[in-house]
């Protein structure tokens, strides 16, 4: 029989853990709006405001205000000949691409060849991207009227793309806040993110991310079967997702839960497969050319190469080899960390390191990539300091790229000079470096990491979560506590 003192701290184990209670910085800001909930605020999830109407309230204003930030391109900027767009920082693939990529005149992606005359580049024969982003794509234009001038259309073309990407980021944010059990507000760094106004209509990659967290969602479930099937449409739409079965691979190895792992790699490979198959069949070449053309793109904005190669003056040759290689050892060690560490590391950890990994060694870094890591830095170091020095450091990059290619388009009179760039690429490497290795201490020192302070193990590891380990490299570790 449980004592009454037990059953207290079972209850108050089962409470949402609200970041003004842990946060120094979070209970700081929250004087703005009265301080700190009190110890008899209600808590219970009946109530209107509860933390997923509020953070969808939050990410709606936060992405109107990123729209809002595009306004000077929207009325001309896109269509001029001059850099007006990188000098206002509002410039956006989406209106470009609807001319240039055949939705303006109705071409079916993948099937349809694109002119020269359209594409605007040789090497660019049929739609770059992967098949599921296609289809959003294809969708978007189908809900654009076809009536009135180009600018028009693509404008509202822009619109749409922007809707339907917003139903994205409230998924994003409503995944992310139901994925670590009783922290339901670690949501709101999503919701209110700078990146994420800045960048979430730049391209399409917003719908990979959202997919991406359904996934990890779907997994804190123990649900390996289902995680693996939408990890698997994630991959469909970018290829970046499929860096998350690796972290469940090496997670499931030490926990000998390897069954779950590849009820999730069966569900990823049939979902990728039925999605790309068809197309692979049936438009083979219009379906290579995004595989072509990331394998032959040349060292580009954003990159440690490009330093590397601008530094030095010469060529950079081999690139291809070169980030594989980085990438590989990044790999390798994130592996060895895993298997060495005096604890399991948590998913979310695991899955923040690998794909930070990607984005050091890459060869390009679009200012939109930094979506790929907003879900997974709040999963695995949700402190409010550390996640908004990295974002400065985003955001500072942000910046940084449109201004160095109004110098490069322009007239030397606005922008950023070869050397100011490259600090600005040296600051968004820094900031995910930062986090990086706030990460592995957390994983080394355990102690230091938030969520095990509070006596938990994993609440987004599904099956994960309280396991035992069968497979160290190192010591033999302490068998987790598990914490309803």
Avoid at 196 to 223: C, E, H, K, Q
Avoid at 281 to 306: E, K
Avoid at 387 to 416: C, D, N, P, S
Wanted: glycine content about 10%.
């Amino acid at each position: 029989m449980t004592s009454v003192r037990d059953r207290e701290e079972d209850g108050r184990r089962e409470l949402p853990v609200r970041p003004t209670d842990e946060d120094p910085l979070a209970a700081a800001g929250s004087e703005l709006i009265g301080g700190p909930a009190g110890r008899r605020a209600r808590s219970g999830g009946h109530r209107w405001w509860n933390p997923l109407r509020v953070m969808a309230l939050a990410v709606i204003g936060l992405f109107a205000l990123g729209m809002a930030q595009k306004a000077s391109c929207y009325s001309g900027g896109w269509f001029t000949t001059g850099n007006e767009q990188y000098i206002h920082a509002c410039y956006s693939d989406i209106p470009h691409l609807y001319a240039q990529r055949g939705f303006a005149t109705d071409l079916v992606p993948y099937f349809d060849r694109i002119p020269d005359a359209v594409s605007g580049a040789s090497t660019i024969h049929y739609l770059e991207y992967p098949v599921l982003t296609g289809l959003f794509m294809e969708v978007a234009s189908w809900l654009t009227p076809h009536g009135g001038s180009g600018q028009h259309r693509a404008q509202i073309y822009w619109i749409v793309n922007s809707g339907m990407l917003l139903i994205c980021a409230a998924v994003l944010v409503v995944c992310v806040s139901r994925t670590n059990g009783r922290r339901p507000w670690d949501g709101l760094f999503v919701a209110l993110s700078p990146a994420l106004a800045l960048t979430a209509t730049i391209n399409w990659d917003l719908f990979a991310v959202a997919l991406a967290a359904a996934g990890m969602l779907l997994w804190s479930r123990s649900r390996p079967l289902a995680a693996g099937v939408v990890i698997g449409l994630a991959t469909a739409a970018k290829l970046y997702p499929v860096l998350l079965l690796g972290a469940l691979f090496i997670l499931c190895l030490r926990a000998g839960r390897l069954r779950a792992f590849a009820a999730a790699l069966g569900g990823s490979a049939g979902a990728w497969l039925a999605v790309n198959l068809p197309v692979i069949l049936l438009a083979r070449d219009g379906w290579s050319q995004f595989y072509g053309f990331s394998r032959t793109r040349p060292t580009d904005y954003g990159s440690l190469w490009l330093i590397i190669m601008e530094r030095s003056g010469n060529p950079l040759h081999g690139v291809n080899a070169y980030a594989t290689a980085l990438m590989l050892l990044l790999c390798a060690g994130i592996a060895a960390l895993a298997l060495y560490a005096p604890r399991r590391p948590r998913i979310g950890q695991l899955a923040f390191l690998v794909v930070a990994a990607l984005l050091l060694s890459n060869k390009v870094y679009s200012p939109q990539y930094v979506l790929w890591l907003l879900p997974l830095a709040v999963l695995a170091r949700p402190r409010w300091r550390d996640l908004l020095i990295w974002q400065g450091a985003e955001v500072l990059y942000f910046l940084g790229i449109w201004m160095r290619l109004a110098y490069v388009t322009g007239t030397k009179h606005h922008g950023l000079t070869p050397d100011a760039y490259h600090l600005a690429v040296g600051a968004h490497l820094l900031g995910i470096l930062y986090l990086c290795a706030l990460v592995v201490r957390d994983i080394l020192r355990p102690e230091y990491d938030v969520l095990r302070q509070g006596g938990e193990d994993d609440p987004a590891g599904g099956v994960l979560d309280g396991a035992q380990d069968v497979f160290v490299l190192g010591p033999v570790p302490h068998e987790p506590k598990h914490v309803a």
